[in-house]
C-alpha cells in the first residue's frame, strides 16, 4: 500500500531554507514520477515541481524556478525539495503526490493518484 | 502556460441533484484531463483520469467527459459527503496547471 509522509516543514524568516522530505512507505517508488504541490491558504492547488523516475526529467514552476531544487532517492524511496530565498508568498501547505502513467482513451494519462497529507510552511518575519 | 478556468466558481445544491462543472483549456490539451475532491484540511482525491476513466475505488455517480478544450464533471445524484471543492488539472504540458476550482455548498 502506498503512503506518502512529508516532513521538514516549519516556521522560517524571508530570505530562509527550508528542506522538505516525503517517504513512501510502499515497494513502487523507485517507478514512478513525483511531485510537489502547494495550497495556500484559502487558496487553490498550485504545481510546483516534478521529477521522473530515474531524476533524468525534472520540471518546475516559474514561480520557484531558481530558488527550489526537487531531487529523490529510490534507495530510500524518499522525495525531496531544496527550498531557498523563500518569500513570505511561498507560505503554503505542501503535498507530495506521486504520478501514475495509465493507459486511457487517448493513449497513455498521467495523473497524481496518491497524495501525502501535507506539510505546513510558514515565511513570516 | 495553458490556462484553466472552471464554472461556476460556485455551486448550490441539493442532495440528489445532478450537477455539472465545467472545466475550459486555453489551448487544446487532448484528453489530458484529471479532476480532484478536495474535502477542508484533506489532501486531494483523484476522482477522473483521462478526462473520462473513473478512478478505482470512485462511486460510479461521478462521470468525466470532454476533449480538446472543454471538459465537464458530472455527479449524477449529490449525497451529502460531495458537498466540497474539486478541481481540474491539466497533464498535456508543464506546468501541470490547476483550474481555480468550484465549491459546491448546500
Known amino acids: 500500500e502506498v503512503q506518502l509522509v512529508e516532513s521538514g516543514g516549519g516556521l522560517v524568516k524571508p530570505g530562509g531554507s527550508l528542506r522538505l522530505s516525503c517517504v513512501d512507505s510502499?515497494?513502487?517508488?523507485?517507478?514512478?514520477?513525483m511531485t510537489w504541490v502547494r495550497q495556500a491558504p484559502g487558496r487553490g492547488l498550485e504545481w510546483v515541481s516534478s521529477?521522473?523516475?530515474?531524476?533524468?526529467?525534472?520540471n518546475y514552476a516559474d514561480s520557484v524556478k531558481g530558488r527550489f531544487t526537487i531531487s529523490r532517492d529510490n534507495a530510500k524511496n524518499s522525495l525531496y525539495l531544496q527550498m531557498s530565498s523563500l518569500r513570505v508568498e511561498d507560505t503554503a501547505v505542501y503535498y507530495c503526490?506521486?504520478?501514475?502513467?495509465?493507459?486511457?482513451?487517448?493513449?497513455?494519462?498521467?495523473?497524481?493518484?496518491?497524495w501525502g497529507q501535507g506539510i505546513l510552511v510558514t515565511v513570516s518575519s | 502556460d495553458i490556462q484553466l478556468t472552471q464554472s461556476p466558481s460556485f455551486l448550490s445544491a441539493s442532495v440528489g441533484d445532478r450537477v455539472t462543472i465545467t472545466c475550459r483549456a486555453s489551448?487544446?490539451?487532448?484528453?489530458?484531463v484529471a479532476w480532484y475532491q478536495q474535502k477542508p484540511g484533506k489532501a486531494p482525491d483523484l476522482l477522473i483520469y483521462?478526462?473520462?476513466t473513473l478512478q478505482s475505488g470512485v462511486p460510479s455517480r461521478f462521470s468525466g467527459s470532454g476533449s480538446g478544450t472543454e471538459f465537464t464533471l458530472t455527479i449524477s445524484s449529490l449525497q451529502p459527503e460531495d458537498f466540497t471543492t474539486y478541481y481540474c488539472?491539466?497533464?498535456?504540458?508543464?506546468?501541470?496547471?490547476f483550474g481555480p476550482g468550484t465549491k459546491v455548498d448546500v
Open positions: 503526490a506521486r504520478e501514475s502513467v495509465r493507459y486511457c482513451s487517448a493513449g497513455s494519462c498521467s495523473s497524481f493518484d496518491y
Open positions: 510502499g515497494v513502487t517508488f523507485s517507478r514512478h514520477s
Open positions: 521529477i521522473s523516475s530515474s531524476s533524468g526529467y525534472i
Open positions: 489551448q487544446v490539451i487532448s484528453n489530458y
Open positions: 483521462g478526462a473520462s
Open positions: 488539472q491539466q497533464l498535456h504540458v508543464y506546468p501541470f496547471t
